[in-house]
């Protein structure tokens, strides 16, 4: 999945009456009515549960039942790492994994590439009306998943130097 999102880099929302054609296929490829819907409103419809779907069906992973709620995703694969209640961390994401956040209104979901003290360092769909890699701040962490057919030897965690600018509210 990650070398898939990495193809994907760049990628950008068209805002307005025209839409990305390559955000409306991948829409039409999950589902017929999810291709309804963003051929009905384009690709201003939130579209980080649909990329994350996009590449699960390409690597041949099955997808939840809702692929366009980020939330849904939080049943995905194998939990390995978790807020707790308290807001402690628990377990550890690796490279490749799903990771899954709240915000008010609903969630983000995108997939780790690395993180830092304070934030994960997110290669996602939608961050900023594209696909790029956004720093996440941890508070709004709520789990990570992974899901491998032959888990990668490259599998691990990855520290890096807190860099660029820290996402603190998701939309």
Known sequence: MLK???DCYGLKEIVGAVHNPQIIGWAEGLANWIGDLYRRKGDEVPWCGLFIGH??????KPMP???LSALAWADWGDIVAFRGHSGEIHGQAMLGDVL???R???GHVGLYVGEDEKAFHV???NQGN????????????HSAHRRYNNKPNNVRPIFVDAK???AESLS
């Open 100 to 102: 899954v956040f709240t």
């Open 4 to 6: 898939s999102a990495l």
């Open 130 to 141: 594209a696909v790029n890699i956004t720093r996440i701040v941890k508070s709004k962490f």
């Open 164 to 166: 660029g600018p820290l």
């Open 55 to 60: 590449l699960a069906k390409a690597a041949g």
């Open 65 to 67: 039942q809702n692929p």
């Open 104 to 106: 008010k209104g609903g």
């Open 123 to 125: 290669l996602g769909g």
